[in-house]
């Protein structure tokens, strides 16, 4: 895990749809590839960082197990960003599966100077490679395509997983449904935190962990800290799993976990970060298997069923202000084919996910890029009515982005909600923030079966209230689905 934090980005909710039982993943084989990793850095003067020969021969090891297993294994080349001659990504994807609906599951292969980096990160690693190689075996009917990936230069940047997400084509971009990062997994002292635990992929391992009765937290102390901050930032919904670095165990996580109030990871960057001395069995074998529920979960089973969708290549009957309650002054939401517009990168996308059309606030693009964004408070749209039926796992879908200027504040917002028979209730909000975010499409999704039975109305709303900052919002290609 990187030692300095980043800022990360908000993520959407995805909705869980039926699936198969995931089989058990061998800790015994995970602890195989372990001593294959020590033995590697061993071997290659004590240590794996990303550009030394530690790291190739850890490379080669995955690489060579992954494609006689069957995958399509690239060798990616960190061509800018990375440290002077560190090595490649290793990038696997396994036949199958909707290629438009792509599950990622990533560590970082590399490690620091100081050590063989076994819990930081051969763990994560090692229980990849297991989870890959599971799969291979089991070779499961796959509803979404599966990726896995393995990062080069996480210690001195996240500079290989930047690369990767920094140089995915848009449309790419959209197709990867949730990100997984698993970093330092086998903490001695560990905890059982979840990143970003809140989001709909963090549910889905927070389920797991629920159901073997282990309590989770947040994962603060990681946050922005490892390769799932880059994918945050390119607006792809992420999460994983991680059992702590350097900081203290609390008395109330003694309680909670056991352990000491130590650090979680008293060899953290250390020279004593080795197999088998630094490795948790119990908190890897439980990690290793919340990584199987959240893929057997989210990529396995009976495909999803449209119950409703829009494209908006015609006009189906959304309202603009259909509550009368608006404020904005300009960009109101409209069914439109957009113009681009740039304003320190590009802000309205004047490409859509599908077709000519989108909704997208103030489709025209001006004399400059703030002459129809948003100003002045929100804008809302209104979709025509839905009845949803009953049975099954209901789950709203759709592609957005939410671009502004580094003027923009916590108090700009990209909303979508659902109106229903009790109200309104808010499934996602992306804030502004005072940082530069150019558009980007990403795709959300939600679970929404406690409304079945009902006629509902969605609601997307866009908001400048933090006093003319450049806002733009878009949406395309929504759509609800049973499982």
């Not at 992929?201 to 927070?206: D, E, I, N, R, T």
């Not at 009953?390 to 502004?404: E, F, P, R, V």
Request: include cysteine; charge should be negative.
């Amino acid at each position: 895990m990187l030692a300095i934090p980043l800022v990360a980005a908000a993520v959407a909710v995805p909705a869980s749809p039926a699936v198969a039982a995931a089989p058990d993943i061998s800790l015994a084989n995970v602890k195989a590839h372990l001593q294959q990793f020590q033995s590697i850095a061993t071997a290659n003067g004590g240590n794996r960082r990303a550009n030394t020969a530690g790291y190739t021969a850890s490379v080669n090891y995955v690489a060579n197990r992954l494609t006689a297993a069957g995958y399509t294994v690239v060798r990616q080349n960190c061509t800018s960003g990375c440290t002077s001659g560190a090595g490649p990504n290793v990038i696997a994807d396994w036949p199958g599966g909707d290629p438009n609906s792509v599950y990622m599951f990533g560590a970082h292969l590399d490690g620091v100077a100081a050590g063989p980096g076994i819990n930081d990160n051969a763990s994560g690693s090692a229980m990849l490679l297991e989870l890959a190689l599971t799969l291979a075996a089991s070779s499961p009917s796959l509803t979404s395509h599966v990726r896995f990936a393995f990062w080069t230069d996480e210690e001195q940047g996240l500079n290989g997983s930047e690369f990767y997400a920094n140089t995915l084509p848009t449309a790419e971009r959209a197709r990867i449904r949730g990100y997984f990062n698993f970093d330092m997994i086998a903490s001695t002292n560990g905890g059982y935190f979840i990143n970003r635990i809140t989001s709909g992929v963090g549910q889905v391992l927070k389920a797991y962990y629920d159901s073997i009765g282990v309590p989770t937290e947040e994962n603060t102390e990681g946050a922005g800290r490892s390769d799932d901050a880059s994918f945050n930032a390119i607006g792809v919904q992420t999460s994983g799993v991680a059992a702590g670095a350097s900081r203290v165990k609390t008395a109330a996580q003694v309680t909670k976990w056991g352990g000491t109030q130590s650090a979680f990871d008293p060899c953290y960057h250390r020279a004593c970060d080795t197999y088998p001395s630094n490795i948790s069995d119990t908190v890897l074998d439980r990690a290793s298997d919340a990584a199987a529920y959240a893929l057997w979960t989210l990529a396995t089973g009976t495909p999803p069923v449209t119950v409703w969708s829009d494209t908006f290549e015609t006009a189906t009957g959304w309202t603009a202000n259909a509550s009368g309650t608006d404020t904005a002054t300009a960009g109101p939401w409209e069914r439109a084919d957009p113009a681009a517009t740039n304003s320190s990168g590009a802000k309205q996308l004047g490409t859509t996910v599908s077709g000519v059309y989108d909704l997208v606030t103030g489709p025209l693009a001006g004399t400059d890029a703030g002459t129809y964004d948003v100003d002045g408070g929100t804008t809302s749209i209104r979709s025509p009515a839905v009845t949803l039926p009953t049975g099954g796992t209901l789950a709203l879908s759709l592609s957005w982005y939410l671009a502004h200027g580094s003027n923009s504040s916590s108090a700009d917002f990209f909303r979508v909600s659902i109106v229903h028979s009790g109200g309104t209730t808010a499934l996602f909000t992306q804030p502004g923030a005072a940082t530069n975010r150019n558009g980007a499409w990403a795709t959300g999704s939600w679970n929404i079966s406690a409304y079945a039975g009902q006629q509902v109305r969605f609601l997307v709303e866009a908001a400048d209230a933090s006093g003319a900052s450049l806002v733009e919002a878009g949406v395309d290609d929504v759509r609800v689905t049973r499982t």
